[in-house]
């Protein structure tokens, strides 16, 4: 079955400290992925997204992901995180021939300032 | 200029009462969907509509019932509410079923 897996549940950063968040999906097919921002009170949004081309993604504020087929990874990252950074982080893999998008558990981001 | 927006932002009310929310988006998208999110901010597809079809129907209880009149409104009515329905329910809206999901602001329900 398909399923997508974040490995750190609860991430605490000082600032300027670099981010990787990691991300592994299980589908044998070809997949969309994505990474989104859940901040304090709020809706979820995008950060970026992968459908095809260049596996190297950039997104809004300074997040970037890469696409590694091989090792079915979508790790999330950013070179010096902010306080304004402190959210919950999703990870999403689209395209799973089952009209259903299936997020990750998500992970926790807590930034100090 | 709300491209999805969610009625009511919060919902309290008494276990066995029913409650409906609505949803909708401007956005021009084919397709709609309700989620649930609890306490540890797991987020679980509940149903999905495309172009007012029923296209995903997960393991949700019949007290849940959602209905599309069109394919810009999403709505979600529960019956016989029990506690375990407390969470915060986001509707969101896509072009296709593997695209970019918009988010709705969150409807958080709280069951006494």
């Known amino acids: 079955a398909q399923s997508v897996s974040q490995h750190n549940h609860h991430v605490i950063l000082s600032e300027a400290a670099s981010l990787e968040l990691g991300c592994n999906y299980s589908y044998g097919g070809t997949v969309n992925l994505f990474w989104y921002v859940q901040y304090p009170g709020q809706h979820l949004q995008l950060l970026l997204k992968y459908f095809s081309g260049d596996p190297l993604v950039k997104g809004i504020k300074g997040f970037e992901a890469e696409f590694i087929k091989s090792k079915f990874s979508f790790n999330l990252r950013k070179p010096s995180v902010q306080w304004s950074d402190t959210a919950e982080y999703f990870c999403a893999l689209g395209n799973t021939g089952g009209f259903k998008t299936i997020f990750g558990a998500g992970t926790r981001l807590f930034v100090k300032a | 200029d709300t491209a999805v927006s969610q009625t009511p932002k919060y919902l309290v009310t008494q276990m066995g009462n029913d409650k409906s929310i609505k949803c909708e988006q401007n956005l021009g998208h084919d397709t709609m969907y309700w989620y649930k999110q609890d306490s540890k901010k797991f987020l679980k597809i509940m149903f999905s509509y495309n172009n007012k079809e029923l296209i995903i129907n997960e393991t949700v209880p019949n007290r849940f019932s959602p209905k599309s009149p069109d394919k810009a409104h999403l709505n979600l009515h529960i019956n016989s509410l029990e506690l375990g329905d407390s969470a915060v329910y986001f509707c969101?809206?896509?072009?296709?079923?593997?695209?970019?999901?918009?988010f709705g602001p969150g409807t958080r329900l709280t069951v006494l």
């Open positions: 969101a809206s896509s072009q296709g079923t593997a695209d970019t999901q918009y």
